[in-house]
């Protein structure tokens, strides 16, 4: 019986409302790299607002059904159209790869939305851990083609630069990552510098909800004030939900009381931000 839960699972998320889920869809080919994702459509006529996924695991592992799965259901329950995305690692893929990966896949659900029910008016990028670094950098590109209407980073590492100088080390899966040593030195460190969402900040960003423990011991909950302050200076939106108690991790929240409603502000937040037009 064990085995047959997760297939029990996928179905009771398909048949939920006459909802749609469809899993391994091709959405770039890069090389001999095939990048897949799967998407939940709600029943009814739509367009309905939507979320792109991205998930997290140190840049180096993870993948589309790992770490962002607390999200699903709330999305689900909320009636999104959602995707969860898959993108190259490291160290076999340099930086940006990873990150053109997540804009090729903006570009994709944008081309489809017709066909998968989503108003491009009303696109989320959500990511955690790596993911939340992925999709804050996408927000500060996002024009045109990867427009987004929201940002939501999940405990994401904005500013690499500053965490290297914290921690005197790079770190494996970054100098995997940007193709550098694990020394902190000027060559590093401006690797580093440019690759980091805090240094590409601007005015006109799209608003921005950040949502972090406070007692992270991976990515320091200071990488979500320190942004959110710069990001207010320059006169963006970006409000922080602060998890009292929450190490790195959604998965681990439920142990806190906060992890009981984060999933619920996010949705409320969205809903506010993404106005139907």
Known sequence: MRHLLPALLVLAITCSAHAELKTDIEFAKV????????????????????????????FTKGDKTSYITPLFKPLNDAGYTWFTINYRLAPQHRWPACLDDVETAIRWVRAHAAEYKVDVNRIALIGESAGGH????????????????????????????LRAQ??????????????????????????????????????????????????????????????????????????????????????????????????????TWLNKVMVKK
Not at 136 to 148: I, K, L, P, Y
Not at 220 to 229: K, N
């Open 31 to 58: 090389g001999d790299v095939s990048l897949t994702l799967d998407v939940h459509v709600p029943d009814g006529p739509g367009p309905f607002p939507t979320a792109i996924l991205v998930h997290g695991g140190g």
């Open 134 to 161: 992925l999709v804050s950098m996408a927000g500060t590109r996002a024009q045109g083609d990867t427009a987004v209407a929201a940002v939501v980073p999940f405990y994401a590492p904005h500013d690499l630069f």
């Open 166 to 267: 914290q921690r005197k080390d790079v770190g494996e899966g970054l100098a995997g990552l940007f193709g550098i040593s694990r020394e902190v030195n000027d060559t590093t460190l401006a690797a580093l510098k440019q690759g980091s969402p805090f240094y590409h900040l601007k005015a006109g960003l799209p608003p921005y909800l950040l949502i972090h423990g406070d007692k992270d011991d991976k990515v320091p909950f200071e990488q979500s004030t320190l942004f959110q302050a710069a990001s207010r200076k320059v006169g963006n939106t970006c409000e922080l939900i602060t998890i009292p108690g929450g190490g790195h991790g959604m998965g681990g929240w439920k142990a806190v009381p906060a992890g009981a409603t984060y999933a619920n502000e996010m949705i």
